[in-house]
């Protein structure tokens, strides 16, 4: 019984761990993918080509545009650094991902739960999970925006 009570206590002690590692782990992911559109000549041009594909205004500007975006707001997550702006960010960035060419990965003629299921296991559509669970809960330990409204406690309504 000992055992069980300790094990509960050090469940509770370290509730804010996965969201930590989720919020690191999806910056990273951003910030990488960003920066790699950026000066990877094959991902520039793959990310300009789907941008073309999907219709989406401007694909030249907003290639380069979005993958800015991802690369500091990525970055900036991963430091927990205006963790929910960044992931609100970012959540715009994967829904608009989603809906104008992922959905489009999307076989036709499937029935409401087989077509549910093969949007869920759209990888967009888990990152836009993860960042709207980071949304809500923000950074949490281990992050720049508790030591931010610490030194300026007018910030907690922004961050």
Known sequence: MIAIDR??????????LPLVFARINVGLFFSISGYNKLFVPANQ?????????????????????VAIL??????????GLLTRA???VL???V???TFSDG??????????????????YLPEVLYGLLL??????GAERFGADPVLVKRFPKLRQFI
Do not use: C
């Open 103 to 120: 959905i489009h990965k999307i076989p036709a003629g499937l029935g409401p739960l087989d077509w549910y299921d093969w949007f869920l």
């Open 45 to 65: 041009a793959a990310m300009l080509t789907t941008m073309q594909h999907a219709g989406i205004p401007f694909p030249e500007f907003n290639a380069v545009f």
């Open 91 to 93: 959540l715009a960035i």
């Open 70 to 79: 991802e690369f500091v707001f990525g970055g900036l997550l991963a430091l």
């Open 7 to 16: 094990l509960i206590q050090i469940r509770q002690s370290l509730h804010w």
């Open 95 to 97: 829904g608009v991902a």
């Open 132 to 137: 709207f669970w980071i949304l809500f809960a």
């Open 86 to 88: 960044s992931a609100l």
